[in-house]
């Protein structure tokens, strides 16, 4: 059975810092996924990776598949990136069931 | 950007009642999905459905739920004698393909059993 683990659970910072937030698993994976989910609850996909490092704006993921191990970055923190952060894994051999994380609840001060 | 749509956004719903949940994913994904989160909670796997059956089930999903692709678009989750701890936001899923592939979620519905 594959767990997800993330830390922090809760995250305060001020506007501009540089935040993350990380994700640990205990199974091999084909693939992981950061995903951010707003007060109203909807959740919306930022990241699909299965190796090495992705950017996306402010936003950069990486993971390393022989630790286990994933970080979710975020350069020059806003407001308006106040939200919950959930990372999910996807199993091996064609699994298609997400298992998830319990979130990171993120708060960006101005 | 096309997207997957749910209906309706909250429903409420007296213990005991059928309740249906659905879904629109996007129109040229072959799997679907659906997820609950109970407030607070983690967000937990349900079912996974595929080629008009489902594919992969949760212990959570016992006889009284079902899903169903009555058409060419929609997606249904049926919850047949609702319980208070059915209490939780259903969110459905699509993807084009199985395994490392984005999946890409709709709004959610907000599911209150009262």
């Known amino acids: 059975k594959n767990e997800v683990e993330q830390s922090p659970q809760n995250l305060t910072a001020q506007e501009g810092e540089f935040i993350t937030i990380n994700c640990s698993y205990s199974?091999?994976?084909?693939?992981l996924h950061w995903l951010q989910q707003h007060p109203g609850g909807g959740i919306v996909s930022l990241f699909m990776?299965?190796?090495g490092k992705k950017k996306h704006g402010r936003l950069i993921a990486t993971i390393n598949i022989q630790e286990k191990h994933s970080s979710l970055h975020i350069t020059a923190s806003h407001p308006r990136d106040s939200a919950v952060y959930i990372c999910a894994v996807i199993g091996v051999w064609g699994a298609q069931k997400l298992v998830f994380g319990q979130g990171t609840r993120l708060t960006i001060n101005p | 950007e096309p997207e997957v749509t749910q209906t309706p956004s909250h429903q409420v719903t007296q213990m005991g009642q059928e309740v249906i949940l659905r879904c629109v994913p996007i129109s040229n994904h072959l799997y679907f999905y659906w997820y609950r989160q109970i407030l607070g909670q983690k967000v937990e796997f349900l079912v996974s459905f595929y080629n008009n059956e489902i594919s992969e089930k949760s212990e959570i999903f016992d006889d009284q739920f079902s899903v169903e692709r009555p058409d060419g678009s929609n997606f249904t989750l049926k919850i047949r004698s609702t319980k208070l701890e059915d209490s939780a936001m259903y969110f459905c899923?699509?993807?084009?393909?199985?395994?490392?592939?984005?999946?890409?979620f709709g709004p959610g519905t907000r599911l209150t059993v009262t």
């Open positions: 990776l299965s190796s």
């Open positions: 199974v091999g994976i084909s693939a």
């Open positions: 899923a699509s993807s084009g393909m199985a395994g490392a592939y984005e999946q890409y």
